[in-house]
């Protein structure tokens, strides 16, 4: 491992092309501060343009939390333009992670609530110890979620269930989370991170470029003023002029693994 940039309130290291970013607050249970969420977001836009790296893995410092939410004793005291600014500040640095151009994999070591769900549903794909519990808790708080989580956990698990979790505000545990296809794995607590290295290990040995345009393609789906099937039309087209896909055509006739370059 080498340890990177230094930040405040996360750790960030990187290993065999895979960019690990730990958040390090563990006595707040990883709570998310206007501090963590900007540390993150530039961590994750630190390597958007890095060819070294080829996935991101982002957990929580220790066993109990991924994040328990946007930090309580931050923002209780906020007026409604302070509460206008978080809120739009946490989507941005949300679309940051939704929209890079790497594979980001949430391994979630333990509560993911609020912020913290809303955290690990911008990543592109999520694994999960048996001891992870998921919720939006904010109803409790008398506020809704603020980092699109009325959005994405609908579009992860449906309306009505969304609706369900969002209006109770109670937890799930990792095995329903699994059922409702809000994570794609759950692992013992030790086995998360080599689950997460796994997949991108197998990610890795694909074209960067088509990795790229599948993350473009598919969030285009849920982008109002985009239409999927022209951003997919022209990102399909595209690849016709480039070099991975001579090199990928050309293995799969000879008989041999592709050897892409990334143009
Ligand atoms: N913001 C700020 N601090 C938080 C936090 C949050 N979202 N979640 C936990 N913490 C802090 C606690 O205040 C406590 O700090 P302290 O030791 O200085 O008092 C520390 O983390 C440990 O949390 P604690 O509540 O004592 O742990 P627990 O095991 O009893 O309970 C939870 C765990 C997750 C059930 C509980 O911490 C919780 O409900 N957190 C808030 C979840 C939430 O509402 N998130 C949405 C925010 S919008």
Redesign the pocket.
Known sequence: MTATAMYQTIITESKDQIFYITINRE???N?LNIQTLSDIKNAVLSIYDDSTIRGVILTGKGTK?FA??????EFANFTVEEGTKMSEEGHGVLRAIDHCPKPVIAAING?A???GNELAMSCHIRICSERARFGQ??V??GITPGYAGTQRLAQLIGKGRALEFLMTGDMMDAQTALNYGLVNYVVPQEQLISKAEELLNKIKTKAPMAIASVIRCVNAYYEKRADGNDVEINEFGNFFGSEDFIEGTKAFLEKRPANFKGN
């Not at 328990?68 to 004793?73: E, M, V």
């Open positions: 006595d707040k249970l709570a939390a328990a939410g946007a930090d309580i004793a509560f609530l609020g912020g808790p904010e409790n708080l």
